[in-house]
């Protein structure tokens, strides 16, 4: 029979506390390791702001020795781990009386040990251990002396006694079955009388209160949030907000609708301040600032303090206006590292549409707010992209520049100190090169209706002012090179990737963006577009890592690939390739391309069976097809009379002139 008492000690209960800690905190502190690792990012633009700007966002991220930044996770961490140490030293200092009882180990002898020796050996314990013989001391009192005697005692039984050796053998102890004790892993006192209230009250508190809450809250917060992780309201803010032909300002508008869901309801102290930016917003842009508003207006015509507020620190940043007070400042960055968020689902709702002006519109934003210039920048205030350099500078220094590798050269023919960043931004500058864009169909010479269509793309960062001449080959090596480069192709495109596997990683490092107030790292958008009839073909894909050129090098570029399946209906369709940006400003290569669907070959354009040449019998290839059991021609039997014939003939004829000249 099983009797069941609880854990006086506490000692299973703390291995189970040990054995679920470390099941939590294990896992939980690897992944913790791993992002941090993979979030870090090393090499990218070395001009001076953005290595400030790196600095700046290391030291807010660690805090500082008095105001260590510590996350809720860091605390987690370190409480979990602390408690367990704690539980671990607590049961190192418990003693566990779990013995096996074992005969042979009481009596000090092998379990080889003839019975003869054992009689022997346990009349000289007898001698040693018996009551008689021992002395009780202060250490050694008369009743462990007699307990362990009668172990003695029990333990020569279990091994001479037949009936006591049985009940070792079969119940591991020689008094025969003992009762089952079952240890539940509960301190007692939990379960005494003067303490239940408490422990229904938290049995209350936990399963009655904390857990319902908790899975409501999650259930209630997941209906709530969209798979794009913003808010339900805002998603339908942007399906009713974007429209087929919207500009860039309506797309500035639809995405501030969304902040009087997204941004948390703060009071603000400094108001003055910004009804300050806003005058200053409303100054610079004029019929834009106003068009804006309007278009995050409420239905009712009111403009949410939430949504003023976030377009008001948009704009401040887009323009490159100086934020005074520190609770606006916190409040901006929260606002800018949320865009990409609220971008993204934008961008799905556009693209679900098939819509081709909103999603360009969209992808430029991400890189407006990247670079902290207005979504129309114009050429000129694009170049203010590079480091120490604005639109005044621009006029006295390069007037006439057209693009960033002027404004280089004109820096350093007046021996400007800012010619040193500006040439380590444009080092590692994102503009992109379409090296070659084409259709391509796995084992096929055409493109036949509804055929699956893999569109490649290879690409390269060709930074301004970089050498893109490449040397001269001879005609052989020009051959060689485009065979492996087919080769290398085909064999990208039946794999599974969507992007091809370099040799060495080239990774491109955190972008110059000295304004963004986060680590930035450059990605682009492939879209393939019609655009006479407005539409995205295929959704797009983002891609990030393309190569820089290396003039001289051969493949110095990156095969991209996008799969999907042709149009059912045969003729030739010019569409466009775009590659854009979501870090730098203007910096988007777009190509022409044209897909040529035709009909597969007729069967008559096939060579049939019958119009395959045989070879003729009496050669060499007849002769080793027939030995191999294959067809042949046969020699028909009027011809071989007909040169035979022929030849008599001739050897008449022969015979006749030979008589006449005789």
């Known amino acids: ?222 209906r709530q949030k ?47 301040e910004l009804d300050e930016l806003e005058a200053e917003v409303k100054e610079q842009l004029g019929a834009k600032w106003t068009e804006v508003r309007k278009l995050a207006e409420n239905y009712s015509g009111e403009l949410h303090e939430s949504r003023r507020k976030a377009l008001v620190l948009l704009y401040a940043h887009l323009l490159r206006l100086e934020v005074n007070d520190a609770g606006l400042k916190k409040q901006q960055k929260e606002v800018l590292l949320q865009t990409p968020l609220l971008l993204n689902a934008l961008l799905n709702v556009s693209i679900a549409r098939t819509w081709l002006l909103p999603t360009l519109a969209i992808m430029r934003l991400y890189a407006a707010f990247a670079q902290a210039l207005p979504p129309s920048a114009s050429e000129k205030l694009r170049l203010t992209q590079l480091p120490g350099i604005s639109a005044e500078d621009i006029a006295a220094v390069a007037p006439k520049a057209k693009d960033m590798s002027d404004v280089l050269h004109s820096l350093e023919e007046k021996d400007d100190p800012r010619s040193k960043d500006v040439k380590k931004t444009l080092e590692k500058w994102g503009r992109v090169e379409i090296v070659e864009a084409a259709f391509k169909v796995i084992g096929e010479r055409i493109v036949t209706p509804s055929s699956i269509i893999y569109l490649l793309v290879k690409l390269r960062i060709s930074p301004p002012g970089a050498s893109s001449e490449n040397k001269e080959l001879s005609v052989e090596d020009t051959k060689t090179r485009v065979q492996k480069d087919e080769e290398i192709d085909e064999k990208f495109l039946s794999s599974r990737l969507d992007a091809e596997e370099l040799p060495t990683a080239q990774l491109n490092g955190a972008a110059h963006a000295p304004f963004w107030p986060g680590t930035r790292k450059p990605s682009w958008w492939i879209v393939l577009a019609d655009d006479k009839s407005n539409r995205v073909v295929v959704p797009p894909i983002k891609i990030a890592e393309i190569p820089y050129s290396q003039p001289g090098e051969g493949r110095d570029y990156r095969s991209y690939k996008i799969q999907f399946q042709g ?31 035709e009909d597969p070959p007729a069967a008559d354009d096939q060579p049939s069976d019958d119009e395959i040449s045989e070879p003729d019998e009496d050669t060499l290839a007849g002769q080793m097809a027939a030995m191999r059991g294959g067809p042949v021609k046969k020699i028909r039997a009027n011809e071989e009379s007909d040169d035979e014939s022929s030849t008599d003939d001739d050897q008449a004829d022969s015979s006749d002139s030979d008589s006449d000249s005789d």
Request: charged share 25%.
């Open 1 to 222: 029979m099983a009797t069941y008492e609880y854990d006086e000690a506490g000692v299973m209960a703390a291995y189970f506390l040990i054995t679920f800690l470390a099941l939590v905190l294990v896992p939980f502190t690897i992944s913790s390791f791993t992002k941090s690792t993979d979030n870090k990012v090393t090499d990218g633009c070395q001009c001076t702001p953005c290595v400030e700007q790196r600095q700046r966002i290391s030291k807010q991220e660690k805090g500082s020795l008095f105001n260590p930044k510590i996350s809720r996770k860091t605390y987690f961490l370190l409480g979990g781990w602390s408690l367990f140490a704690f539980v671990c030293y607590r049961v190192s200092l418990l003693k566990v009386e779990s013995k096996i009882y074992n005969p042979f180990e009481i009596l000090g002898i092998k379990s080889s040990t003839p019975d003869k020796d054992i009689k022997s050996h346990f009349k000289k314990l007898s001698k040693l251990y018996h009551p008689d013989k021992v002395k009780a001391t202060a250490n050694l009192t008369i009743e462990a002396i007699q307990e362990r005697f009668v172990e003695l005692t029990k333990a020569y039984k279990s091994l001479t006694d037949e009936r006591i050796k049985e009940n070792w053998i079969k119940y591991n102890h020689p008094d025969g079955p003992q009762s089952t004790t079952m240890g539940i892993a509960l301190p007692k006192w939990i379960i005494e009388g003067k303490n239940r209230i408490w422990v229904l009250a938290a049995y209350g508190v936990v399963f009655g209160g904390a857990l319902p809450a908790l899975v409501g809250k999650w259930w209630f917060g997941n």
């Open 226 to 272: 969209t798979k794009d992780g913003i808010n339900a309201q805002s998603a339908a803010a942007f399906f009713k907000t974007i429209k087929e032909e919207s500009s860039v300002e309506e797309v500035v508008g639809a995405l501030g609708k969304a902040y009087q869901w997204e941004l948390q309801a703060v009071k603000t102290q400094s108001k003055a």
């Open 567 to 597: 149009p059912p209906n045969t003729g030739l369709f010019t569409w466009k390739v775009y590659v854009v940006s979501d870090t730098f400003v203007g910096e988007e290569a777009c190509v022409d391309i044209t897909l040529k669907i």
